[in-house]
C-alpha cells in the first residue's frame, strides 16, 4: 500500500533510488486528503494532479486508493516513506474545511495527466531557441475546434492543461476558452511570451486569476531577451505586465531558457521573478528547432550549481539528481505528458515535431496508451538502455529525456 510520485525525470541508472521499503509510519488517527487537488480514479489505483507550475501528481497504488473512505487516510495503515510523500505535496490536512473534491474515473490505467494545448501557430517573436518556429504556420482553429479539444482532453484523462502556442495572448476569443477550461474541472497554466499581458482587462483578467500560474518565457535579461525573442522593447513589457497581473490577483511564474550565451542573466531573472513573488524554472534549450538552425549552445546541470539551492530557481533538468525517490514512472515525461498543436495532432514529445500518434478529438483512451507505450519502449531502443532490466515487468522507465546532454553523452560514448 503506497504513495508515489507519478514521475520524476531521473533515470534511475543514473541515480539512488530510494524504495518504499514498508516500516509503518507509528502515527495514529486520521487525516483528510486535500480537497485542492484532482484525483483521478482508474482500474490500478488513483492519480492525484497537485496544481503547481511543473508536473507534480502522484500515484496511490490499488490498495491505498481501496484503504481511503469519504477522502480520509487511517495513518496507522501508512508506511513512513507513504506518509512522508503525501505530507510533503501538502495532501493531508487536519481538516477539509467543507471542500468539494473533485474526481475523474478512466477505464484505462496509464494516460497522460498532463497536456499542452496549443492554441494557435501565430505568433509576433521569432525566438533564436523556438522548437517550432518551421510549424508557426499562422494557422489559427477556430474556438469550437478548441472547446472540443478541451473535451477530449478530459475524456482522456488529462487535469492539467498548460495553455500554449505560438503565442496564446493573441486570441481574441482567450478569456472565453479559459472559463471554459475552468468550467471542465481542469486545472491549467498559460505560457506566454508575455508582450501583451498589460492588456488584459475585464473577463480575460478574471480567467487568468484562475490559472495555477501565468508563467513567463525567458530567455536571458533586457536587451539579450529581446535580441533573442528579435522583439524589440518586450522585456520592458513583460516588467509591467507581470507587475499589472500581479497586483491584480494573477500568479505569475517564469520559465527561464537557459543557454551558454545567457545563464549570466540569470540574476536579474531572480530580481524580477522577486518583485511579483514568482518563482523561475530553469530550463536548458532543447537543441531542436531554431537552436538547432542558430547553433545555440544548451549547457549542462553543472552551470547552475553556483546558483543553486535558491528559493526563487527550480531545477528542470533531466537526469541529474544523485538521490531519488521511487516513483511510477522514470525518465522522460512522455507516459505523462503529451501535446496537443493547433491542427489538433497529438505529439508524444512537444519538441519532437514530426512524432504524431492521431487526432485529439478521434484517439480512445486505450489507443492512447497504447501508443504511449509503443513509443515509449522505442525509445528504449538504444544500447544502453537495451541491457537494462528495469522494465522486465512493465515499463516504468522510458530511458531520460532523449534532448538531456547526459542521456547523448550516453548515447554516443
Ligand atoms: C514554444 S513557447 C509557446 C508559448 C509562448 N509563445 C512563449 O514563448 O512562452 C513554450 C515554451 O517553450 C520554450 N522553448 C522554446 N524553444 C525551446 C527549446 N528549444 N528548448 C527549450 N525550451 C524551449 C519557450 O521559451 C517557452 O517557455
Ligand atoms: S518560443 Fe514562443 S514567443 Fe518565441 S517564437 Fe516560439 S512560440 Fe513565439
Ligand atoms: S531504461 Fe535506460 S534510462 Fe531507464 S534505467 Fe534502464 S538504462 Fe537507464
Not at 503525501?86 to 487536519?94: C, H, Q, S, T, V
Not at 508557426?136 to 478530459?154: C, F, G, Q, T, V
Not at 503565442?167 to 471542465?184: G, Q
Request: charged share 25%; glycine share 6%; with cysteine.
Amino acid at each position: 500500500m503506497k504513495a508515489l510520485d507519478l514521475h520524476n525525470f531521473v533515470a534511475p541508472c543514473l541515480s539512488n533510488i530510494h524504495k518504499d521499503n514498508g516500516q509503518l509510519c507509528g502515527r495514529k488517527g486520521e487525516r483528510f486528503l486535500n480537497p485542492k487537488a484532482i484525483y483521478r480514479y482508474q482500474p490500478d489505483g488513483v492519480v492525484v494532479t497537485i496544481p503547481t507550475m511543473s508536473l507534480n501528481a502522484l500515484y496511490l497504488d490499488k490498495d491505498l486508493a481501496e484503504s481511503i473512505e469519504g477522502y480520509t487516510v487511517s495513518l496507522a495503515d501508512l508506511s513512513e516513506a507513504t506518509y512522508q510523500v503525501l505530507e510533503d505535496k501538502g495532501l493531508l490536512l487536519d481538516n477539509c474545511a467543507g471542500g468539494k473534491y473533485i474526481e475523474s474515473h478512466c477505464r484505462v490505467s496509464n494516460l497522460p495527466y498532463y497536456a499542452i494545448l496549443e492554441l494557435t501557430h501565430r505568433c509576433q517573436c521569432k525566438c533564436a531557441t523556438c522548437y517550432h518556429w518551421s510549424d508557426l504556420d499562422n494557422y489559427h482553429p477556430k474556438k469550437k475546434d478548441i472547446l472540443n479539444r478541451i473535451d477530449s482532453l478530459k475524456r482522456l484523462g488529462v487535469s492539467m492543461i498548460e495553455v500554449s502556442g505560438g503565442e496564446p495572448f493573441l486570441r481574441d476569443d482567450l478569456a472565453e476558452i479559459l472559463n471554459y477550461i475552468s468550467l471542465s474541472s481542469v486545472f491549467f497554466t498559460v505560457v506566454t511570451n508575455g508582450e501583451l499581458m498589460g492588456r488584459a482587462r475585464d473577463r480575460l483578467l478574471w480567467g487568468l486569476t484562475k490559472a495555477v500560474s501565468v508563467i513567463v518565457s525567458l530567455d536571458g535579461a533586457e536587451d539579450r531577451h529581446d535580441t533573442a525573442r528579435r522583439r524589440s522593447g518586450l522585456y520592458k513589457q513583460i516588467i509591467e505586465g507581470a507587475k499589472y497581473l500581479s497586483a491584480n490577483g494573477v500568479k505569475i511564474n517564469f520559465i527561464f531558457t537557459v543557454t551558454e550565451e545567457n545563464i549570466i542573466d540569470l540574476p536579474k531573472a531572480i530580481e524580477l521573478a522577486e518583485t511579483v513573488q514568482g518563482k523561475i524554472s530553469v530550463r536548458p534549450a532543447k537543441i531542436v528547432g531554431a537552436a538547432l538552425e542558430n547553433k545555440i549552445k544548451s549547457l549542462t546541470y553543472r552551470a547552475l550549481l553556483p546558483y543553486m539551492p535558491h528559493p526563487v530557481i527550480s531545477n528542470g533538468f533531466a537526469g541529474n539528481q544523485k538521490d531519488s525517490f521511487e516513483a511510477k514512472f522514470h525518465g522522460c515525461a512522455m507516459p505523462v505528458k503529451i501535446s496537443v498543436d493547433a491542427r489538433g495532432n497529438i505529439h508524444p514529445c512537444v519538441m519532437d515535431r514530426d512524432l504524431v500518434i492521431g487526432q485529439i478529438e478521434k484517439i480512445s483512451p486505450e489507443g492512447l496508451s497504447a501508443n504511449l507505450h509503443e513509443i515509449s519502449q522505442k525509445y528504449l531502443n538504444n544500447p544502453w538502455c537495451k541491457e537494462c532490466k528495469i522494465n522486465e515487468n512493465g515499463l516504468v522507465c522510458a530511458g531520460v529525456c532523449r534532448f538531456a546532454r547526459k542521456f547523448q553523452s550516453k548515447q554516443t560514448s
